[in-house]
């Protein structure tokens, strides 16, 4: 039985679509694959259960029979670090984790372990990534972000902690890099991981539609109440747009796939959206100061059944919030899920991650 760690050198590096592409992937060669995240920091309440988002979404889009409880043995909730810290029980997490990644491992044939951000991520209750690596006998494959001298000076730091812990590197990956820079990047890129005796298993190229978040992201971000367009809250947004201007003016801003935020008594701005809602360019709109329009502009927003979000805050805290929303996969993105698929498939060499 075989175990792979996937580990990153930041948040945000893509590691959990890699995984689930790499996982979806990995079923064409193995049948029996199992997966776990020993130590997790965003989750969800599921029966009572505290369990990382990551394992909830691994389960369902694999559509895996392992218990949550067991691909998830720890989740670190507010306050667990102060108590860790005023009662250490290293050897209880280890027990804990052990005998999970044991149930998981029973009859498979091959294990992705997800990790927790960078290497160091855990020090503090004395289960780094590397530690776990470690525990379960897992060789690493770090995941970074395009670039040359970036990932790897950011690898180069994370593999001091996993070479401490004499955890063995299987290779490395570099996601979202841009495809006119792919064959450049890589070409010095094995240079200096040949030169560290590192494989460079390949370059996933940038993808901007993993990036889109759809409107139940958006409401969820800004802690908005959807006033009606229910059925159509799973639309990608590709542009944001501020409705500060004249409407003849928004009009020549207007662009596919866009949102608009506008306080809610700028009824001018609202009516020019609905004008042109036929054209799949405004695909929602956000009424902020807890405003509402006139009631026979809220009656046409009904009747033509358009997205709309209330947000008690303003126009700016509302942007601001939107733009730095980190667009998270969900088990209903059947689109995105693919292409996550697709892109380990043709650019990350899965025969030598094999060997």
Known sequence: MRNIFIAATRQNDGKTVISIGLFLVLKK???????IKPVGQKYLVIDREKIDKDAILLKKICKLEDALEDMNPIAVEEGFTRNYLDNPNKEELVEKITKSYEKIAENKDLVL????????????????????????NAPVIIISIGGIGKPADEISLNLSLFKEKRVPIKGVIINKVHKENSSILEKYLNKFFSKINIKLFGL???????????????????????????NKMREKIKNIIVGAMTPRHALDYFKPDSL???????????????????????KGIVLTGGLYPHKTIIDLIKKYDFPTIMSEEGTYEVASKINDLVV????????????????????????????
């Open 29 to 35: 060669y193995i049948e029996k694959i199992g997966f």
């Open 113 to 136: 372990i997800e990790g927790t951000g960078h290497a160091g991520v855990g020090s503090i209750f004395d289960l780094n990534n590397a530690e776990v690596a470690k525990l379960l």
């Open 204 to 230: 996933i190229p940038y993808e901007p539609y993993l990036t889109q978040p759809n409107l139940f992201q958006i409401c969820d971000a800004i802690d908005g109440k959807i006033i009606t367009g229910w």
């Open 260 to 282: 608009l935020i506008t306080p809610g008594d700028r009824e001018d701005i609202i009516l020019a959206a609905l004008t042109i809602s036929t054209q799949n360019l405004i």
């Open 328 to 355: 998270k996969l969900t088990e209903s993105d059947i689109d995105k899920i693919e292409i996550a698929k697709k892109l380990v498939e043709e650019n990350i060499n899965i025969e030598e991650i094999l060997k």
